[in-house]
């Protein structure tokens, strides 16, 4: 595995699991997700349960796998969701979700302070993740 220089960071990445209201998910699930992928382990460096409660995920020192052409120069952060009841793609953040992204997204604007926050989506535009516009919080944080 590589390793993350500090130095390098120029994007926080925020995601969504792509799961539904109810649907059982955490960072131990998504590691098995991603280990079935062939990876050595979760790609994401923090997940943000429906509760608030933020669990680690790949150490931070470690190169994300979370967004094909940053992983070298991003730390990824993914919140359980992103699709409605009936499967379609929609923010669907808790208000404890919400408040905890702040936070987190706060604490690693202070350790990378040059970092620009960003969407999947906007690295990507093939996707919809995390189904809100990220960006806003450079705004607020």
Not at 11 to 26: E, R
Request: glycine share 10%; with cysteine; net charge positive.
């Amino acid at each position: 595995m590589k390793y993350l220089e500090k130095d390098n960071v120029k994007y926080i990445v925020v995601h969504c699991s792509a799961t539904m209201p109810g649907q059982d998910c955490n960072a131990r699930i998504i590691n098995d997700w991603h280990a079935q992928r062939g990876w050595q382990m979760i790609g994401y460096h923090y997940v943000i349960l429906p509760n608030g409660i933020v669990e680690h995920g790949r150490p931070l020192f470690y190169q994300g796998a979370h967004v094909k052409g940053y992983n070298n120069c991003s730390v990824g952060v993914c919140y359980v969701g992103g699709l409605n009841a009936e499967g379609v793609t929609a923010d669907t953040r808790t208000d404890a979700q919400t408040r905890a992204m702040y936070d987190l997204l706060h604490l690693l604007k202070l350790k990378f302070p040059g970092a620009k926050i960003v969407g999947h989506r906007d690295l990507d535009k093939g996707k919809a993740c995390p189904c809100f516009d990220a960006k806003y919080y450079n705004y607020v944080v």
